[in-house]
């Protein structure tokens, strides 16, 4: 059994791996027969099996094959595929065991149910030699076995592995979403570093976290294998394991590991701003016996240096990348200051950049002249490798490295990201003579002027509110996400504010309820004026913010409208319009909103204000209902519905054109004989039905209701006075 390939064999990993995987066990010893997705297979000895164990910095599980099958369709079928094969050969009566199912038929749609099915045939065949029932044990089984379905075609295997490879035992500790150890070794390996550490070369990563990467880039070159302190692996459970052959093939790593610290003359250096995450990788790096190899140290990616006395090496580095696209205007920064440090202190290395959003990689200003897809668990992510020339190389390469203009003042613009800057400072000088004059903080700066960069940029006091309104089909993705990136890279510079107080969103129609659905969860809330009201915003969490910009002249009005009556504010949002019809002097007020979350906002806001709520209150109810109901009268009424929903809360959808004349009449119903109702909507085509201009008298506004910051998008609101005609 030791001396012949007569094993099968099937091992899995990380996807985009497979062809590294397929040289390492080749390497080992093994040989390899085909590739899949996330998968190797072939043949070895069960001393490569064992060695493979021991030593694949890339596979997650070495499964010996013990059967196979065709034609398996439904659970009578896979029972016997399980049963006929000799369980007795294999595992002991009364082991624990562990069934891993992957795959599906039209008759086996759950693993869970795969799972049984062949747990019941290795039992019955089990029990057929001994009395002994073996049991399930999901935590620390015995043995686990490995079972893949696949267009009717099923494997079965003994797991040699036991644990994932990928856990080493010196990871007790972890950073921010760390890398997997056999997805930083492929990394590693994909940026040429055996080669390197072969020659003595530095690694550098300058945003280590909890360092996975300089670990397993240590054990790489000091030819550790990664499971050499492994206790227990999947085969010690197997009937048919050979403790001899196994000692044998753990002191030969042993051996290779001594003579390999001791010819090592790479080194190893790490820095992070973040000082827990430096204490984890100590702590990490002292378990796995490499610490003494590793120099840390605590310090801001732009003040990152060379080590002294070193012309090459390999930077490499997993910065984050942002799961959410909210997350992305403080990201870019950082990457146009990693671009800007490999230029200016790492000439002649190369960095090795691996991140799930390449299009944040080119903000370095570097380019990539290889590049590899790979996945970070359901993350599509590329490593990105860049071999990094100092200036007087790149002039005489014709500057073909580098990517986009002004890279070495640290600031990379390209034409169009220089005009988008342009036209905000042109913004800011045309409206900064209102903006003084109304004393107005919270304001639009730029809504799409130029339909490359389709943008709103709002301004909240000392924070900016992006909104990218989604690209037609027709457009690029790639294109636009590549300009969006620009736009969020001149926003910090020209507006004068740190990238983190920069937020984004991507505005798409909206129905139902996904008007209300968070964004995130950070209840992140600021705190911003508006002629003289003080209101809460949250520039995070949902779609809108709790402030409709567009509406600031409807609420000045209302303001100056309310002085002594009382107000009515229908589908009232966050109470912002309440809050000034109450500074205005409104005696009393009736806030009515679906949303506590929305309500509950409008109190704090009311709060903030100091309003007594015995006399400004607020009703969780549908407006249509809770119209129909009332029966006290109001002298000022503000009815702004959104332009569509089908709430579950509400008793029907509501179509803003549709269903305006109901809502109208309803209203008007409780409009005192000498009130007002102020209606307002965003439906951009909205048309007023003619027959309320003949029962009441109509005064279309929508043009008085525009600020100087909206001039651009005269439509995007439709405001209406309405009275009852005097007899």
């Not at 099996?49 to 694949?56: G, I, P, T």
């Not at 900016?464 to 294109?479: G, K, N, T």
């Not at 008793?651 to 209606?679: N, Y």
Request: with cysteine.
């Amino acid at each position: 059994m030791t001396s012949s390939n007569s094993l099968a064999f099937f091992a899995t990993c990380p996807r985009g791996i497979e062809q590294l995987l397929a040289s390492e066990l080749t390497a080992l010893g093994a040989t390899v027969d085909g590739t899949t997705i996330a998968g190797v297979s072939g043949y070895a000895s069960l001393e490569v099996l064992y060695a493979s164990c021991l030593h694949s910095r890339l596979a997650n599980r070495i499964i010996m094959t013990l059967g196979e099958a065709e034609q398996i369709s439904d659970a009578d079928a896979l029972y016997k595929a399980a049963i006929a094969i000799d369980w007795p050969q294999h595992l002991n009566g009364g082991t624990t065991l562990r069934v891993d199912f992957h795959g599906q038929s039209d008759a086996i749609r759950h693993t869970r149910f795969g799972a049984q099915v062949i747990k019941d045939g290795i039992v019955d065949s089990l029990q057929r030699a001994s009395k002994e029932r073996p049991r399930v044990e999901l935590q620390a089984p015995d043995v686990r076995i490995y079972a893949h379905l696949h267009r009717e075609r099923l494997m079965i295997g003994l797991d040699l592995s036991g644990d994932s490879l990928h856990m080493r035992g010196y990871r007790l500790e972890g950073g921010k979403a760390p890398l997997k150890e056999n997805l930083a070794a492929a990394l590693l390996i994909r940026a040429g570093w055996p080669e390197r550490a072969a020659q003595g070369e530095v690694l550098v990563d300058p945003m280590c976290g909890s360092g996975t990467l300089l670990i397993e880039a240590a054990l790489m070159a000091a030819d550790i294998a990664p499971n050499l302190w492994r206790r227990r692996f999947g085969f010690h459970g197997w009937k048919q394991h050979q403790e001899t052959l196994w000692q044998q093939v753990l002191g030969q790593a042993r051996e290779r590991a001594t003579r390999g610290k001791s010819a090592l003359t790479a080194s190893f250096v790490g820095q992070d701003a973040d000082a827990l995450a430096l204490e984890a990788a100590g702590a990490n790096a002292r378990r796995a016996g490499v610490d003494q190899w590793l120099t840390l140290s605590r310090g801001e990616l732009a003040r990152l240096k060379a080590p002294a006395h070193e012309q090459r090496g390999l930077v490499i580095t997993n910065p984050p990348y942002g799961e959410r696209i909210g997350d992305v205007p403080a990201l870019i920064p950082l990457y146009q200051s990693l671009g800007e440090r490999m230029r200016s202190e790492f000439s002649g290395w190369r960095l090795a950049l691996f991140t799930g959003n390449p299009e944040l990689g080119h903000r370095t200003g570097l380019k990539a002249h290889k590049q590899y897809a790979l996945r970070n668990g359901a993350i599509d992510c590329k490593l990105l490798l860049i071999d990094v020339y100092g200036r007087d190389e790149r002039v005489a390469r014709g500057g073909s490295d580098v990517e986009t203009t002004g890279a070495d003042a640290g600031i990379s613009h390209s034409e169009g990201a220089q005009m988008f800057a342009n036209r905000l400072r042109k913004n800011k000088k045309r409206l900064a003579k209102w903006l003084k004059r109304s004393e107005t903080h919270c304001y639009r700066l730029y809504d799409a002027d130029m339909p490359e960069y389709a943008l709103a940029v709002d301004i909240y006091g000392s924070w900016v509110h992006v909104q990218e309104y989604a690209p037609p089909r027709s457009i690029d993705a790639r294109s636009a996400e590549r300009r969006l990136h620009e736009a969020l890279g001149v926003l910090p510079e020209v507006l004068e504010v740190a990238s983190d107080r920069i937020f984004l969103k991507t505005r798409q129609r909206q129905s139902g309820k996904a008007q209300y659905q968070r964004h995130s969860s950070s209840q992140q809330r600021f705190q911003v004026e508006e002629e003289g009201a003080k209101l809460w915003v949250n520039l995070r969490d949902y779609l809108d913010t709790g402030l409709f910009l567009d509406h600031r002249p409807v609420r000045r009005k209302l303001r100056q409208m309310a002085q002594g009556k009382r107000f009515l504010n229908l589908f009232c949002y966050t109470g912002t319009a309440t809050v000034q019809a109450a500074l205005g002097g409104a005696r009393e007020s009736i806030s009515v909103d679906m949303s506590n979350t929305y309500l509950e906002w409008a109190a704090d806001n009311f709060a903030l204000n100091r309003l007594h709520q015995g006399k400004h209150t607020v009703v969780r109810e549908d407006c249509f209902e809770w119209l129909k109901r009332e029966r006290s009268y109001f002298d000022l009424i503000f009815l702004d519905p959104p332009t569509f929903s089908n709430s579950s809360k509400m008793s029907s959808t509501l179509d803003i054109q549709r269903d305006h004349v109901r809502l109208v009449e309803l209203c008007m119903a409780r409009l005192a004989p000498a009130g007002t109702l102020v209606f307002s909507n965003n439906q951009r085509k909205f048309k007023l039905d003619p027959q309320l201009a003949e029962r009441f008298a109509v005064e279309d506004i929508s043009r008085d209701t525009i600020d100087p910051d909206f001039e651009r998008r005269p439509g995007i609101h439709h405001v209406f006075l309405i009275n009852k005609k005097q007899d």
